[in-house]
């Protein structure tokens, strides 16, 4: 397995994130080797201009479209999210409108989604479907959803819900699907050991806050084990 800075989105999507902060989250990506960036649409410039001064990385700028609800109209989130990939983002982490789904307007849901994945091109779509407020049968079929509607990967939580990513939910969306598309698990994924857990249940990404620690304690077991 790959160091597990790699599987990691370095995340700051708190609303009083201030850009001195979010300037600090691009150098630390840099230094950990993380994946990518994740933060708000309108600090995917402030990321670009602080990554494109720092040398021999490769961390990619992930942002966020209709965060942390999801119950914004259509064309609102899909325009948040071409101005994101304008601004310099390669990825985007788009929530699903949970009240559609719910309401079982699944043609609606995954149309949304379709429109998305043209919109924003060759670029990373990762869908969340918020899993904290679904029944399981509702996990399935957004997770479906997400995989007919051709995204590249379906996500687990904001973060901002009443909870975040279980290892059940990551089998059940690995067993849906098989392996067409990924999956990033996010939510209350603190420490090493749980990040190893969810990779190993299947999961691709991981969105943390905590991805400094998460190394650090990698870091130590290695040197423990040698």
Request: aromatic letters at 6%.
């Amino acid at each position: 397995m790959m160091s597990i800075s790699q599987y990691i989105d370095h995340t700051l999507l708190k609303p009083v994130a201030t850009e001195e902060e979010i300037i600090q989250l691009c150098r630390d990506a840099v230094k950990y080797n993380f994946y990518a960036v994740c933060v708000n649409s309108c600090y995917v410039d402030t990321c670009r201009n602080v990554l494109s001064t720092l040398d021999n990385h490769d961390v990619k700028i992930a942002s966020v479209a209709g965060f942390p609800l999801g119950a914004m109209d259509s064309l609102s989130k899909i325009n948040e999210a071409e101005n994101a990939v304008k601004n310099g983002a390669h990825e985007i982490d788009m929530v699903i409108n949970v009240g559609s789904l719910r309401s079982k307007k699944y043609v609606e849901v995954e149309y949304e989604i379709k429109k998305m994945k043209e919109a924003i091109g060759h670029n990373i779509l990762k869908v969340i479907i918020e899993t904290c407020y679904l029944t399981g049968d509702e996990k399935k079929i957004a997770t479906q959803l997400v995989c007919n509607a051709e995204a590249d990967f379906v996500k687990t939580s904001t973060g901002f819900g009443s909870g975040g990513a279980t290892i059940e939910d990551i089998l059940l969306m690995k067993n849906i699907t098989q392996n067409k598309i990924l999956i990033k698990a996010s939510g209350g994924i603190k420490d090493y050991k749980t990040a190893l857990m969810f990779i190993k249940a299947g999961a691709t990404r991981i969105g943390t806050s905590n991805g400094i620690q998460i190394v650090n304690e990698e870091k130590k077991i290695h040197n423990q084990e040698q």
